[in-house]
C-alpha cells in the first residue's frame, strides 16, 4: 500500500486525525493494529536515550530522545514525550478535589477511612465495580485529552498495581479492567500507551491493550525479561541504584535505561543523579 493511502486509512480510523510532521520529533512511521481499526501510533524509539523528569521539567541532557514528563508540565519541543498520569492512586496535592467532588470513588477500608499507599501517602482509586470503574475513567480521560491537546506521543498510567495495596479490595482483573479502558481512551486520542510496572501483569498485554512498558528497577528485582518477553525491545527502564543501571547497560543494552536519583529533582537541586544508556 502507497504511504498516502496508509495515512488516509489512519485518518478514516482514528476519527479523522491525520498523523502529520511536527516540532515532537518528526514523521510519524510506526504503525500497529488497535480495537478495530488501525490506529496511527507513534512509538518510543528502541533503545534511545530517555530522562524521566516526573520530579519537574527542564531542558534535557544532550542526546536525549525520549521524555517522561508530569501531564501539567510542557513537553520537550523535538523529542518522544510520555505524560504521566497517576490513574490509579490519588497524589497528596488532589486530595481535596477527590474528597469534595468524588468521596464515593475513594477506597475505603471496613471504618469507612481511605486505604493509603503508605509509601507514597497517596489515598488508592476504588475501580472494584464497572460503574465505579466508568466514573473513574470520566476523570482519566479528561486528563490524556489534555496530554494529547499538549502534544503528547503517549502516557504512562502509573499504580496499576494498587490492587496489592488495597487489603483485598480490589483485584488483579479489577485492575486489568481500568487499565483496558485507559488504553482505549488513550488509543482513542491517537496517544501510544505504556504498561507502568507490575510486571507479573505483563503477560496480560493483550488484556491491558497496552504498547509499550514503563519499568522502575526492573534489573534491580531481576524483572526486566518478563517486560521483553511481552514487549520485545519497547521497554524503558528507570534504575535508581548505580550498580543496577550498570548491570542493565550490559545485560539489556537493546533497551532504553536510565539511571536517576529517587526523588527525581531538576539539575539545580542537590542530589541530582543522570546517566543513560
Known amino acids: 500500500m502507497m504511504r498516502s493511502a496508509l495515512l488516509v486509512l489512519v485518518?478514516?480510523?482514528?476519527?479523522?486525525?491525520?498523523?502529520?510532521?511536527?516540532?515532537?520529533?518528526?514523521?510519524?512511521?510506526?504503525?500497529?493494529?488497535?480495537?478495530?481499526?488501525?490506529?496511527?501510533l507513534r512509538l518510543p524509539p528502541p533503545g534511545a536515550l530517555?530522562?524521566?523528569?516526573?520530579?519537574?521539567?527542564?531542558?534535557?541532557?544532550?542526546?536525549?530522545?525520549?521524555?517522561?514528563?508530569?501531564?501539567?508540565?510542557?513537553?520537550?519541543?523535538g523529542l518522544y514525550n510520555i505524560c504521566y498520569v497517576n490513574g490509579f492512586q490519588i497524589q497528596p496535592e488532589e486530595e481535596a478535589f477527590w474528597l469534595g467532588s468524588h468521596p464515593t470513588l475513594i477506597l475505603r477500608d471496613d471504618a469507612g477511612d481511605p486505604i493509603i499507599d503508605a509509601d507514597w501517602n497517596e489515598m488508592l482509586i476504588d475501580v472494584s465495580t464497572a460503574a465505579k470503574r466508568a466514573e473513574v475513567l470520566?476523570?482519566?480521560?479528561?486528563?490524556?485529552?489534555?496530554?494529547?491537546?499538549?502534544?503528547?506521543?503517549a502516557v504512562e498510567i502509573d499504580n496499576l498495581d494498587s490492587y496489592t495495596r488495597s487489603q483485598n479490595r480490589l483485584s488483579e482483573a479489577n485492575a486489568v479492567a481500568a487499565m483496558r479502558s485507559f488504553s482505549v481512551a488513550a488509543h482513542d486520542n491517537s496517544l501510544a500507551?505504556?504498561?507502568?510496572?507490575?510486571?507479573?501483569?505483563?503477560?496480560?498485554?493483550?488484556?491491558l491493550e497496552t504498547d509499550f512498558a514503563?519499568?522502575?528497577?526492573?534489573?534491580?528485582?531481576?524483572?526486566?525479561?518478563?517486560?521483553?518477553?511481552?514487549?520485545?525491545?519497547?521497554?524503558?527502564?528507570i534504575e535508581y541504584v548505580r550498580a543496577d543501571f550498570t548491570a542493565g547497560c550490559t545485560n539489556f543494552p537493546q533497551l532504553s535505561t536510565v539511571l536517576r536519583d529517587r526523588d527525581l529533582v531538576t539539575p539545580t537541586t542537590a542530589g541530582y543523579v543522570f546517566d543513560g544508556c
Open 11 to 40: 485518518a478514516a480510523c482514528s476519527g479523522g486525525r491525520m498523523p502529520t510532521t511536527g516540532d515532537a520529533g518528526g514523521e510519524i512511521d510506526s504503525y500497529e493494529f488497535h480495537h478495530e481499526g488501525l490506529y496511527g
Open 50 to 77: 530517555v530522562d524521566y523528569q516526573l520530579g519537574g521539567a527542564y531542558t534535557p541532557p544532550a542526546g536525549v530522545k525520549i521524555v517522561s514528563r508530569d501531564r501539567t508540565a510542557a513537553r520537550a519541543a
Open 138 to 153: 470520566a476523570i482519566v480521560n479528561g486528563w490524556i485529552e489534555g496530554c494529547a491537546l499538549a502534544g503528547y506521543d
Open 193 to 207: 500507551v505504556a504498561q507502568k510496572n507490575s510486571s507479573e501483569l505483563a503477560g496480560r498485554k493483550a488484556d
Open 214 to 237: 514503563v519499568a522502575e528497577e526492573c534489573n534491580h528485582y531481576q524483572e526486566c525479561g518478563d517486560y521483553t518477553a511481552a514487549y520485545g525491545n519497547q521497554v524503558i527502564v
